[in-house]
C-alpha cells in the first residue's frame, strides 16, 4: 500500500510480469465492519476496559466475528479491505503491548487514517504519540 496525500493505493505483485500493478485503486475503509482481530488468547490478561470492549463488540445485536492471523499486516490489510477492528492491547506481560511505535504502529496508523479509518491507543490518537524510547 502507498499513502499520498489524497488517498490510499493498494499494489499487487503480478509475477508474470515481474512488476506490481494497482490492483486497491483509492481504498477507503468501510465505515461499519463485522470482523474484530486480536489475540483472544491473551485475554486474561488484558484490563478490564479491553475486555468490556471485546466482550461489546461480540455482545452486539450483530456481533463481530473474530478473524485472527497473527501477522499485524494480514490482519489490518483485511480491516482495510472489509472494515472493523484491529487491536494488539497491552496486556500484564507486556503493558505497552509489542507492537514498536516507529515501524510498526505509526505507518499503519498513517495508512489507516489516510484511508479513513482511526488509530489510537485507547487515549490518544496514535499519531499524537511522543516516543519516549
Known amino acids: 500500500m502507498i499513502a499520498t496525500q489524497g488517498e490510499v493505493n493498494g499494489w499487487t505483485l503480478d509475477p508474470s510480469l515481474g512488476e506490481f500493478i494497482l490492483s486497491h485503486p483509492n481504498i477507503n475503509i468501510p465505515a461499519k465492519g463485522k470482523i474484530y482481530s486480536i489475540n483472544e488468547g ?3 490478561k488484558w484490563d478490564e476496559a479491553t475486555r468490556e470492549y471485546v466482550d461489546s463488540v461480540k455482545a452486539l445485536k450483530s456481533p463481530y466475528s473474530l478473524r485472527y492471523i497473527g501477522s499485524m499486516v494480514a490482519d ?3 480491516t482495510f479491505l472489509y472494515g472493523g477492528i484491529f487491536a494488539y492491547p497491552g496486556d500484564r506481560s507486556a503493558p505497552k503491548g509489542k507492537l514498536r511505535i516507529l515501524y510498526e504502529v505509526f505507518p499503519m496508523a498513517y495508512l489507516c487514517e489516510r484511508a479513513g479509518g ?3 491507543t485507547g487515549r490518544q490518537r496514535v499519531l499524537e504519540v511522543v516516543p519516549q524510547a
Open 76 to 78: 489490518v490489510h483485511r
Open 118 to 120: 482511526k488509530a489510537t
Open 42 to 44: 491473551n485475554a486474561a
